[in-house]
């Protein structure tokens, strides 16, 4: 019985070790990316009478730390909003832009507006009148400073808490200034701010991702993803699923993707809640792509709606890191 004991608590303890395990980034030992390893699968076929090995590659989600912003510099005069080694500042109005969203504010690079302070990166939305816009926020990217294919993108943030907010972390191909949106594909992290809508969940909890890809691509696509929605405008179409959070704008949540050549799978909190698989065509998903990051006011995810009596609110990211 003994012996038998001692077995068990050894083969036990294999398995927890085994195991992975979220710690800070200091441990290096959160799981995630995409691991493009020398590991090959032998697939062996028969062709008349001759038999032959073809390699195909595997690919395992390892902890390799490529790319990350921790904020943990604070603005200050003379110190810019975010470092620009990592970030572009975006600085034109909707209408001037390269977005058409029913958008409301105007993108500066005020610290008013955007400032890292207290180890978080905060980009607040205001009321007041700038440049023919009644509000102002804050956008920025990575756009020709850090751009990748494949890997877990993460980041934990804590939601602005009003109505008619549209706070997004997203990505698009980099090759959008070639051959412009959608046909560069865009990849939705997280949107929040659509629960005024009469046509999904009303619910102050709801956030949202999605797969953007030109009107062309791949078929309608198929997942057992509750809440799955599938759009062709004719322009573009698009893959959506929605969950519910609690307490989105008390407390700090953690959105990821994990993208592979196979498929991208959407996680809030380490739950996934929603795959794209990618079957025989992988364009434009197979390119490089860059990071964003913004907090709109109104817009079309909003029913063009805002609260009344909005002076300002707070988008607080914690911190945003790429594995590969």
């Given at each position: 019985?003994?012996?038998?004991?001692?077995?068990?608590?050894?083969?036990?303890?294999?398995?927890?070790?085994?195991?992975?395990?979220?710690?800070?980034?200091?441990?290096?030992?959160?799981?995630?990316?995409?691991?493009?390893?020398?590991?090959?699968?032998?697939?062996?076929?028969?062709?008349?009478?001759?038999?032959?090995?073809?390699?195909?590659?595997?690919?395992?989600?390892?902890?390799?730390?490529?790319?990350?912003?921790?904020?943990?510099?604070?603005?200050?005069?003379?110190?810019?909003?975010?470092?620009?080694?990592?970030?572009?500042?975006?600085?034109?109005?909707?209408?001037?832009?390269?977005?058409?969203?029913?958008?409301?504010?105007?993108?500066?690079?005020?610290?008013?507006?955007?400032?890292?302070?207290?180890?978080?990166?905060?980009?607040?939305?205001?009321?007041?009148?700038?440049?023919?816009?009644?509000?102002?926020?804050?956008?920025?990217?990575?756009?020709?400073?850090?751009?990748?294919?494949?890997?877990?993108?993460?980041?934990?943030?804590?939601?602005?808490?009003?109505e008619g907010m549209w706070p997004a972390f997203w990505m698009l191909g980099a090759n959008i200034d070639d051959i412009s949106w959608p046909n560069c594909g865009e990849l939705?992290i997280l949107e929040h701010g659509d629960y005024v809508k009469d046509s999904t969940n009303n619910d102050p909890g709801l956030i949202s991702s999605a797969v953007h890809y030109?009107?062309?691509?791949?078929?309608?696509?198929?997942?057992?993803?509750?809440?799955?929605?599938?759009?062709?405008?004719?322009?573009?179409?698009?893959?959506?699923?929605?969950?519910?959070?609690?307490?989105?704008?008390?407390?700090?949540?953690?959105?990821?993707?994990?993208?592979?050549?196979?498929?991208?799978?959407?996680?809030?909190?380490?739950?996934?809640?929603?795959?794209?698989?990618?079957?025989?065509?992988?364009?434009?998903?197979?390119?490089?792509?860059?990071?964003?990051?913004?907090?709109?006011?109104?817009?079309?995810?909003?029913d063009g709606y805002v609260a009344p009596g909005f002076t300002s609110a707070t988008y607080e990211i914690d911190y945003v890191r790429v594995y590969q």
């Amino acid at each position: 019985m003994k012996s038998y004991l001692t077995s068990v608590f050894f083969f036990l303890s294999l398995l927890i070790s085994c195991g992975g395990s979220k710690t800070n980034l200091n441990d290096s030992l959160l799981t995630g990316a995409v691991n493009q390893n020398n590991t090959t699968n032998q697939v062996s076929t028969t062709n008349q009478g001759n038999t032959s090995t073809t390699q195909t590659p595997s690919y395992s989600f390892g902890n390799e730390l490529v790319w990350s912003d921790e904020f943990d510099e604070d603005s200050s005069f003379g110190i810019p909003a975010v470092s620009p080694d990592k970030w572009n500042i975006e600085t034109v109005a909707p209408d001037n832009g390269s977005w058409y969203n029913g958008e409301l504010q105007y993108y500066t690079d005020k610290q008013d507006n955007i400032k890292v302070e207290d180890g978080l990166l905060k980009i607040t939305a205001k009321r007041e009148d700038f440049q023919g816009k009644l509000y102002t926020s804050a956008r920025i990217n990575t756009q020709d400073k850090f751009e990748f294919t494949y890997g877990r993108v993460e980041m934990r943030a804590k939601l602005p808490n009003w109505e008619g907010m549209w706070p997004a972390f997203w990505m698009l191909g980099a090759n959008i200034d070639d051959i412009s949106w959608p046909n560069c594909g865009e990849l939705d992290i997280l949107e929040h701010g659509d629960y005024v809508k009469d046509s999904t969940n009303n619910d102050p909890g709801l956030i949202s991702s999605a797969v953007h890809y030109g009107p062309q691509d791949y078929s309608r696509q198929t997942t057992s993803v509750p809440g799955k929605l599938f759009y062709d405008t004719g322009q573009e179409r698009f893959v959506r699923a929605e969950k519910i959070i609690v307490n989105p704008f008390e407390e700090y949540h953690t959105y990821a993707i994990q993208w592979a050549p196979d498929k991208i799978q959407f996680f809030v909190d380490e739950e996934m809640y929603f795959e794209f698989p990618m079957q025989s065509q992988h364009s434009p998903f197979d390119k490089p792509f860059f990071l964003l990051l913004n907090l709109a006011v109104g817009g079309h995810w909003t029913d063009g709606y805002v609260a009344p009596g909005f002076t300002s609110a707070t988008y607080e990211i914690d911190y945003v890191r790429v594995y590969q």
